[in-house]
Every structure is written in structure tokens, then in C-alpha cells.
């Protein structure tokens, strides 16, 4: 099979395309055909070698999968060749087969295509786990997205709003403000204005009647973290769920406390290996809201296998409205 292969951690120059042995199952485990495979920016983390969790070289990475079941194991039972299916695993999804653990195995809503398979996965659950599990949205509450036309971004925009937020959007351009109120985001605030700590927070605070934000989710951090905090509500909560940035901020303590806030931190893949049952459950949760017409994956683009390093750079390069997908197989 052909898989993207890295030999050694570095830039995406030491990604390579190969033809590697096709993986085999075990007896808990699933072979997939995929047919699409969607971008994160902790592939890139992964890629580069400064991510958290990282497998010995050589390896193929990707987290998000989509495609249909070529074989099972001896003890799978909730899963059977030609079934479409879609999931995460912790690296392997760059590359025409992988095997998955079957509880990281899901099947596909009807109408789902392969390219909304890959992108409905990582980016959702963590939309779903920094509203539900981490913060604890309640209707009605007033929501501050960070990034909000990137793939979390916008999955928590679409999720929030779903849920019965009101939706806050920060953007950095005209573009992605169009992206983010079409996702349902109720109010845009410009991170690319000028004096970013106080023009900030004049702007979600005129949105909320001076209020200031219930619940944040960032996965920006850096100066948007910064002003962000200066923007949330008396007994706010804020979650920290990545810094695209580049700049992992450093919070003053005495603000925690005047302000009766909350930081919260969430790495989502966790819940795969603590939590299983759990992550099974905000799957189908989200695939319901799917199927209702409340959440839509915005795919950008899909790229051809052979494009993958064009693919990778727009993610690298934050120009991603939305997900990108590689499409790995036709159809």
C-alpha cells in the first residue's frame, strides 16, 4: 500500500510517499480501507516532533480516518467487511489501509461522504468534550470562540450553537468572519484590530451588554489567549484546548482569583484510552446531530494523495477555513 512516511522528526520535506506491507489485524483490531483522511494541527506537532505523544520513527501519521472495512479480527464483533466507518487512532490514518482498534471504530451516518467522515472526528470531539464534559455549557450561556474558522474553532461554533449558546466568534479576517457566522456564530470580534488587550474586550463586551463571556474555548492561545481572559465573565470558565499560535501564554494567578475564573485544560485524546465508553457516547451524540441538520463539517478542500505536502502547509500556515482532507482513495 501507499502511506506518507516519517523517517525522521522535522519539517514536512521529511515526509515521504512510499510503498509500505499492507497492516494486519489483530484480534481486537480492524483493517480499514480509508478513503479520506483529515488534517490536525497536532499531525503537524506529531510530524515536527514536539508533540506530547510521539511514536517511534519510522511511522505514518494521521488521526482521522474514513472508509470502509477490509478485515476484522478473530474477537471484533461489532464490525464486518464493507461496513463505511470512520474513527481516530493516535497515528497511522495517512496511508491507504490502517488498522484501528474496533472501540475506535464507528459506522458512518448514511449520508455522510468520506471527506465529512475524516473531518467529523477530532476537531468535534473536542468542541464536544471543552462545551459538555470540561466546561459545562447551559443553554443560553454566552460562548467566546478562539479561532473560529479553524477546524476546532468552527466545530465549536457549530456545536455551541447547536446546544444553545450564544456564539461569539474571534476572527482575524473578513473571510473567516463569513465562514464563522455561516457555521452560526451570533456576533464576530476582530482579533487583527489594534491595542488587541483592550479593543478586545470592548468588542465582547459590547456584544454582551457588558457581561463579558461564560464560557471560552481557545485553541489559539498566544496574544488572543491574553485579551481573551480579559474578556470573560465574572465566574467564567475558560478551556485551553491548543495554542496554534505557536506561544503557550502564562496566566497571573491574582486575575483566577478577583475574577472568580476557571482554566481548564483538555487533551482530548485521553478520553480514547481513560474513557472509552464516554467517547463512544459524544460519537453518537454527534452523529445525531448529524443526521438532524445541526452540524455540518466545512471541508475546505480535499487533496489527492500526492498533494499531501500542499495539504499539510495550509494547516501549518493557519490559512485552513475549516478542515482540509487528503483524499486517499476515489469515491
Given at each position: 500500500?501507499?502511506?506518507?512516511?516519517?523517517?525522521?522528526?522535522?519539517?514536512?520535506?521529511?515526509?515521504?510517499?512510499?510503498?509500505?506491507?499492507?497492516?494486519?489485524?489483530?484480534?481486537?483490531?480492524?483493517?480499514?480501507?480509508?478513503?479520506?483522511?483529515?488534517?490536525?494541527?497536532?499531525?503537524?506537532?506529531?510530524?515536527?516532533?514536539?508533540?506530547?505523544?510521539?511514536?517511534?520513527?519510522?511511522?505514518?501519521?494521521?488521526?482521522?480516518?474514513?472508509?470502509?472495512?477490509?478485515?476484522?479480527?478473530?474477537?471484533?464483533?461489532?464490525?464486518?467487511?464493507?461496513?463505511?466507518?470512520?474513527?481516530?487512532?493516535?497515528?497511522?490514518?495517512?496511508?491507504?489501509?490502517?488498522?484501528?482498534?474496533?472501540?475506535?471504530?464507528?459506522?458512518?451516518?448514511?449520508?455522510?461522504?468520506?471527506?465529512?467522515?475524516?473531518?467529523?472526528?477530532?476537531?468535534?470531539?473536542?468542541?464536544?468534550?471543552?462545551?459538555?464534559?470540561?466546561?459545562?455549557?447551559?443553554?443560553?450561556?454566552?460562548?467566546?470562540?478562539?479561532?473560529?474558522?479553524?477546524?476546532?474553532?468552527?466545530?465549536?461554533?457549530?456545536?455551541?450553537?447547536?446546544?444553545?449558546?450564544?456564539?461569539?466568534?474571534?476572527?482575524?479576517?473578513?473571510?473567516?468572519?463569513?465562514?464563522?457566522?455561516?457555521?452560526?456564530?451570533?456576533?464576530?470580534?476582530?482579533?487583527?484590530?489594534?491595542?488587541?488587550?483592550?479593543?478586545?474586550?470592548?468588542?465582547?463586551?459590547?456584544?454582551?451588554?457588558?457581561?463579558?463571556?461564560?464560557?471560552?474555548?481557545d485553541s489559539v492561545g498566544g496574544d488572543v489567549f491574553d485579551a481573551?481572559?480579559?474578556?470573560?465573565?465574572?465566574?467564567?470558565?475558560?478551556?485551553?484546548?491548543?495554542?496554534?499560535?505557536?506561544?503557550?501564554?502564562?496566566?497571573?494567578?491574582?486575575?483566577?482569583?478577583?475574577?472568580?475564573?476557571?482554566?481548564?485544560?483538555?487533551?482530548?485524546?485521553?478520553?480514547?484510552?481513560?474513557?472509552?465508553?464516554?467517547?463512544?457516547?459524544?460519537?453518537?451524540?454527534?452523529?445525531?446531530?448529524?443526521?438532524?441538520?445541526?452540524?455540518?463539517?466545512?471541508?475546505?478542500?480535499?487533496?489527492?494523495?500526492?498533494?499531501?505536502?500542499?495539504?499539510?502547509?495550509?494547516?501549518?500556515?493557519?490559512?485552513?477555513?475549516?478542515?482540509?482532507?487528503?483524499?486517499?482513495?476515489?469515491?
Open positions: 500500500m501507499r502511506a506518507l512516511v516519517v523517517h525522521q522528526h522535522g519539517s514536512l520535506e521529511n515526509l515521504k510517499l512510499e510503498t509500505v506491507p499492507d497492516p494486519q489485524p489483530g484480534p481486537d483490531e480492524v483493517l480499514v480501507d480509508v478513503h479520506a483522511a483529515s488534517v490536525n494541527f497536532p499531525d503537524l506537532l506529531v510530524i515536527g516532533g514536539t508533540y506530547q505523544n510521539l511514536p517511534a520513527t519510522p511511522f505514518v501519521p494521521g488521526k482521522d480516518y474514513a472508509g470502509t472495512v477490509a478485515a476484522v479480527g478473530s474477537k471484533v464483533s461489532g464490525a464486518t467487511p464493507g461496513d463505511r466507518v470512520m474513527g481516530q487512532i493516535e497515528y497511522g490514518a495517512f496511508a491507504e489501509r490502517a488498522v484501528v482498534p474496533s472501540r475506535n471504530c464507528q459506522r458512518m451516518p448514511a449520508s455522510m461522504s468520506f471527506a465529512e467522515g475524516a473531518a467529523m472526528g477530532l476537531v468535534y470531539l473536542t468542541a464536544h468534550f471543552a462545551l459538555v464534559e470540561r466546561g459545562g455549557l447551559k443553554p443560553g450561556e454566552i460562548v467566546l470562540v478562539t479561532g473560529a474558522a479553524g477546524g476546532v474553532g468552527l466545530a465549536t461554533v457549530q456545536l455551541a450553537k447547536a446546544l444553545g449558546a450564544i456564539v461569539l466568534a474571534s476572527v482575524s479576517s473578513d473571510e473567516k468572519a463569513a465562514i464563522a457566522r455561516a457555521g452560526g456564530a451570533d456576533h464576530v470580534v476582530r482579533a487583527d484590530a489594534p491595542d488587541l488587550r483592550e479593543s478586545f474586550r470592548r468588542q465582547v463586551f459590547a456584544a454582551t451588554g457588558n457581561r463579558g463571556a461564560d464560557l471560552i474555548v481573551s481572559l480579559r474578556a470573560i465573565a465574572w465566574s467564567g470558565r475558560m478551556v485551553t484546548v491548543g495554542y496554534a499560535s505557536g506561544r503557550v501564554p502564562e496566566v497571573k494567578l491574582g486575575l483566577i482569583l478577583v475574577k472568580n475564573i476557571s482554566i481548564i485544560g483538555l487533551q482530548v485524546s485521553d478520553y480514547r484510552d481513560r474513557a472509552p465508553d464516554k467517547l463512544r457516547q459524544v460519537r453518537e451524540e454527534l452523529a445525531r446531530l448529524y443526521e438532524a441538520g445541526k452540524l455540518k463539517p466545512h471541508v475546505m478542500a480535499a487533496y489527492p494523495l500526492e498533494s499531501y505536502r500542499e495539504a499539510l502547509a495550509v494547516v501549518r500556515d493557519r490559512r485552513a477555513l475549516g478542515k482540509v482532507v487528503i483524499a486517499i482513495r476515489d469515491g
